[in-house]
């Protein structure tokens, strides 16, 4: 089905690395990570820019036409290619359909190849012409994906050219570039400068970059589709089939034939998540700039994997997180060889904890008993050092509450800084830690029954010390700065975890639903919660502006679309959890959730958006825990 037309509509295409191809629905780069061949070195990490763009462009009878745009500063966008794409579809994967001015109709595909680092397109006449040409200019970098790229001496533009393939190498220790096409390739250097990249210039970063390009591939179109397929040098030579044509049909019978085994869009999104990391495999947070992070991998699995039924995916993520528990913290982030962990985070171990007790609960028959085991030690172990005390002074207290942190600290989610001062420290005990805390505490309890009574404990000292009987909903942190009795009233959506997006609801069926009722008037946006209450002095309703602005607003207001679950589940628990009450909560809230898969990254869900109305999508486009948490929502808690 054809997809609006919007021009900051991103595309994606990965392939089960770390690696992948991004780009804008009409192909004109507006972020340093859009790319046709960006490979990760060691997967899922160490990616590099390897092709940024292509310059391309038909001659026919009538004349030339460009069939790209780019954008240079100041702010030029040449040449007119933009203008002759008649439609675009990402379905099965990205196809632009163009126009041109003398009645050509040109069809171009791009597709990756799961489990390589390869990207094929192909060009074809929608009906025969005679005397048809494409020309592409590969624009090409070599560079790590956060950096960007300036005209150089050192960059070696001389070609290795083999039957149907050329291979460039432009640095030591860089990735080899291989070009496999069925054309003509024609050495002709060339540095094209000064590209203008309006996202990094939005976000208050650097925006220009130089690219350089080797030479021009022409195909004679008339006689045959055009074949193009980027890849590496490991992934070259004698795994390219001869012909060219022959081996894009295959790759693309191969990738019809498993994309059309998932059962919907979201199915095949969440899939993109889902990547190699060493023998096992692992979750990447989001793209384009996400690796696997901690908590964003435990608060997605549940949707990503639970949901769609990967219950072996699953068991290898969890599994491989459970090595890395340091005094019963996972870091923040699945640390890469020679990295230093950073164990920093207050919640990214709870969430384990509850996600793995719930694999446990549904998939523990289909693991060896040595696994189950492995895995109960873990959250036994986990446990046991939040109460005992570990880094950060997280530890119980004597109201058999979680305490945490010190100054200068932010461990929980909400934990962008400013000049290494944290904007929401949250220090003392937050409300969704004790969620957590006792949701997990109740979750293994059949495993081990010790930890029973702190559970009815906690659960007292909680229901009398969180509710804020004036605005009829509950603080935010208690114990602020572990002095006792000082409150946080701030209304944020943090307390929505006391009754919906994990296992139990901690409040009675009044309080509950005054929480919901509370969030929904204050919070509630189509496409998540806000994270600060408008009302509020420190409200910030648009997230724009330089690094340092940007993570000021970053929970002062800003929506965040996976916190989405846990209001509809809390949401439907209020309402009876009726058939009926799914039924509208899936007309109200989740069908406009939804719509938004169709406005920054196709067919996924964005990581934030503006506060304020229309909500404009922000941050990261792709966002795992954002598509996680869709999934359970129509998956699981409205079925």
């Known amino acids: 089905m054809p997809l609006t037309f919007e021009s900051q509509a991103e595309w994606l295409e990965t392939d089960g690395l770390g690696g992948f191809a991004s780009g804008t629905v009409n192909q004109v780069r507006t972020r340093r990570y859009h790319a046709l061949l960006l490979a990760a070195v060691n997967p899922p990490a160490d990616r590099f ?22 954008r240079y500063v100041p702010d030029v966008l040449f040449p007119d290619g933009v203008k002759r794409i008649k439609n675009f579809e990402d379905a099965p994967w990205p196809h632009w359909t163009f126009q ?68 460039w190498k432009p ?16 050495h002709q250097p060339e540095w094209f400068k000064n590209f203008f990249y309006e996202q990094e210039k939005e976000r208050g970063l650097d925006f ?36 060219p044509i022959n081996y894009f049909n295959k790759i693309e019978q191969e990738e019809r034939d498993r994309r059309h085994t998932f059962l919907t869009r979201l199915h095949r999104s969440a899939d993109d998540y889902l990547v190699r990391r060493g023998q096992g495999m692992t979750l990447i947070a989001g793209y384009p700039w996400f690796t696997d992070w901690g908590r ?100 119980l207290d004597s109201d058999f509450l979680i305490q945490t942190g010190t100054p200068g600290t932010q461990l929980t989610w909400m934990d962008a800084k400013v000049n290494d001062v944290p904007v929401t420290p949250r220090v003392g005990k937050p409300v969704e830690v004790q969620a957590l805390w006792l949701n997990a505490l109740y979750a293994i309890r059949d495993h081990f029954p010790k930890w029973c009574d702190l559970y009815e404990s ?89 690094e340092e602005k940007r993570d000021g607003d970053y929970h002062q207001g800003t929506v965040w679309p996976w916190l989405m679950g846990a209001f509809v ?47 404009t999508p922000r941050g990261c486009p792709f966002q795992a825990w954002s598509v996680g948490e869709a999934l359970r929502i129509t998956l699981e808690v409205l079925q």
């Open 296 to 395: 964003d991998t435990f608060i997605s699995i549940r949707g990503l994997c639970f949901s769609t039924e990967k219950w072996e995916a699953a068991g290898s993520i969890l599994l491989s997180w459970s090595d890395k528990v340091s005094q019963g913290m996972l870091p923040n982030r699945f640390p890469d060889q020679g990295e230093m962990p950073e164990y920093n985070s207050v919640d990214a171990s709870l969430w384990y904890v509850i996600a793995t007790a719930e694999f446990l609960k549904r998939r523990g028959q289909g693991i060896s008993r040595g696994n189950q085991i492995k895995l109960l030690d873990t959250v036994d172990s986990i446990l046991s050092a939040y109460a005992k005390g570990t880094r950060y002074g997280i530890q």
């Open 569 to 615: 589940e809390a949401w439907v628990r209020a309402a009876g959890n009726t058939r009926e009450a799914k039924e509208e909560a899936r007309i109200r809230f989740a069908n406009p959730f939804l719509r938004l898969t169709t406005k920054a990254g196709l067919g996924h869900l964005s990581e934030i958006a503006d506060g304020d109305p229309p909500f």
């Open 458 to 546: 906690g659960l007292k000292s909680f229901q009398e010390r969180f509710w804020n009987e004036k605005d009829g909903c509950l603080y935010d942190v208690v114990d602020i700065n572990q002095q006792k009795g000082t409150v946080d009233s701030s209304i944020r959506p943090n307390q929505i975890f006391a009754v919906g997006g994990l296992p139990l609801s901690l409040l009675s069926e009044e309080k509950a639903r005054r929480v919901v009722e509370k969030v929904e008037s204050l919070l509630l946006t189509p496409i998540g919660l806000r994270s600060l209450a408008p009302t509020d002095p420190a409200y910030q309703g648009q997230y724009w502006g330089d």
């Open 100 to 167: 041109l001015e003398d009645g050509t109709v040109i069809e171009q595909e791009l597709l990756i190849k799961k489990g390589s680092p390869m990207t094929a397109l192909r060009w074809k006449l929608k009906t025969p012409v005679k005397g048809v040409s494409l020309s592409v200019r590969p624009l090409l970098s070599g560079r790590d994906y956060h950096l960007l790229h300036r005209e150089n001496s050192f960059f070696k533009f001389t070609p290795v050219i083999h039957q149907n393939q050329v291979e």
């Open 171 to 186: 640095y030591p220790g860089v990735p080899g570039i291989v070009a496999y096409f069925n054309g003509t390739y024609f």
């Open 49 to 70: 820019v390897l092709v940024n763009g292509l310059e391309v462009w038909v001659d026919t009878p009538r004349g030339a036409f460009a069939l790209t745009s780019h």
């Open 208 to 243: 220009t970059e130089d690219l350089a390009s080797p030479g021009v591939l022409r195909f004679d179109l008339s006689a045959a589709e055009a074949i193009l397929v980027l890849t590496t040098s490991d992934q070259g030579g004698n795994l390219l089939d001869p012909v």
